[in-house]
């Protein structure tokens, strides 16, 4: 099954952005989009990665031992730290939605405040 | 649009977009058979290069140091928008953190989570700044580092109360830390500019592969970004803390 990874990535590609657009609650869209996100993970590093490959990094290893692509390990990592505050901002928009409304349903938003 | 509209123009639209991303995707080359270049190139010569044992953290401090400092500066905004939505807003008052106030019925800490919170502090701490100053070395660095860091602040408030968080982390401290760590990333980059080379040119001594003291301008780097990850962290955290224990609309009761 060498098509598996990429299956995983488009499956929770969709799936997210199905959570988001049926989503009743602001937190758990956000979190929806966090996972149709996490779809770029799993396709980054499983394009970057080579079988029998090694992490790359050449402390206790030689240089020129497989490894995988560190190009796609470095685009991952930023993206999981950069996703978590944006994650944080969208809370954030959260809280003061809910301020205003008093719901958390998109549906209700602007329809009975008092 | 009613919900169950949407449902249907949603799953028409995915089983479209799912149509192209299986027929892309199919077109890749076989999961495990790697046939970029990069990688490979990167994997050869970034050692003996950049002097640094971590390809990944030579790849995203040097080689695309530029991309990661715009990285950075996301972080930074995003942190930056989550303290101004979260400020006090016209209508409500900021009070003294009250935990034990009538309307936050939060069950009360149990002894084990403050002493098992105390106790890993000291290592957390520890932990953290090992994975930032060995980041070109080991896997770690600065945002990996820098988060750990922040988890220490987290302990603190668990196994305390909020004003115990706000005073091993006082705002000016955390405030001072981001600013810092994305100030000190650009003026790095600017290092190279003054030695005659380009933006973010690696100008710094190499020394040896394999010692804490190497690879140039990548520890450093590593530094501002753990002191600016950790520090917006924080101030993340008691950003959201403060709406629940600090910030009150008008009429709740306190």
Redesign the interface.
């Given at each position: 099954m060498?098509?598996?990874?990429?299956?995983v990535?488009?499956w929770l590609?969709?799936v997210g952005?199905?959570g988001v657009?049926?989503s009743?609650n602001l937190v758990h869209a956000i979190i929806c989009l966090s996972v149709a996100q996490s779809s770029t993970y799993i396709l980054l590093l499983?394009?970057?990665?080579?079988?029998g490959?090694t992490?790359?990094?050449?402390?206790d290893v030689p240089?020129?031992t497989k490894?995988?692509?560190?190009?796609?390990?470095?685009l991952a990592?930023?993206d999981?730290?950069?996703g978590?505050?944006?994650s944080?901002?969208l809370?954030?928009?959260a809280?003061?939605a809910y301020?205003h409304h008093g719901t958390l349903d998109p549906?209700r938003f602007g329809r009975d405040q008092d | 649009m009613t919900?169950a509209l949407?449902?249907r123009v949603?799953l028409i639209a995915?089983a479209a977009?799912?149509v192209l991303?299986?027929w892309g995707?199919?077109g890749?080359p076989?999961?495990?058979?790697?046939a970029?270049p990069?990688?490979h190139v990167?994997?050869?010569v970034?050692?003996?290069e950049r002097k640094a044992?971590?390809?990944?953290a030579?790849?995203?401090f040097d080689y695309?140091g530029i991309?990661?400092m715009g990285?950075e500066y996301?972080?930074f905004a995003?942190?930056l928008?989550?303290a101004i939505?979260?400020r006090a807003?016209r209508d409500e008052t900021e009070q003294a953190p009250d935990e034990d106030a009538a309307d936050r019925n939060a069950p009360a800490t149990s002894n084990a989570v403050r002493v098992i919170g105390l106790a890993l502090v000291g290592p957390v701490v520890l932990f953290g700044l090992y994975l930032v100053v060995h980041g070109h070395?080991?896997?770690g660095?600065g945002?990996?580092g820098?988060?750990v860091l922040a988890t220490a602040a987290l302990l603190v408030y668990l196994s305390g109360e909020y004003v115990t968080l706000r005073r091993v982390s006082p705002e000016s401290v955390t405030d001072l830390a981001e600013s810092a760590g994305a100030a000190g990333y650009v003026a790095i980059g600017l290092l190279g500019l003054a030695a005659g080379a380009a933006f973010l040119a690696n100008v710094l001594p190499l020394g040896h592969?394999?010692a804490l003291l190497s690879a140039g301008t990548i520890p450093p780097i590593n530094l501002a970004v753990g002191l600016e990850?950790a520090g917006?962290?924080v101030l993340?955290l008691s950003?959201?803390l403060e709406?629940t224990l600090v910030i009150r609309?008008p009429g709740e009761v306190t």
């Open positions: 060498s098509f598996l990874p990429y299956g990535a488009a590609l969709l952005l199905y657009v049926t009743r499983s394009v970057g990665f080579e079988r490959g992490a790359p990094i050449f402390l240089v020129g490894a995988v692509d560190p190009v796609v390990g470095a990592l930023t999981v730290v950069v978590a505050t944006v944080a901002l809370l954030a928009l809280v003061q301020k549906e | 919900p949407r449902r949603f995915a977009a799912g991303l299986v995707l199919t890749l076989d999961y495990g058979t790697y970029g990069y990688g990167l994997n050869q970034a050692v003996a044992t971590n390809v990944v030579a790849v995203t695309r991309d990661t990285e996301i972080l995003a942190v928008g989550v939505l979260l807003q070395l080991t896997p660095g945002f990996q820098g988060v592969p394999g990850v917006g962290f993340l950003e959201f709406q609309r």
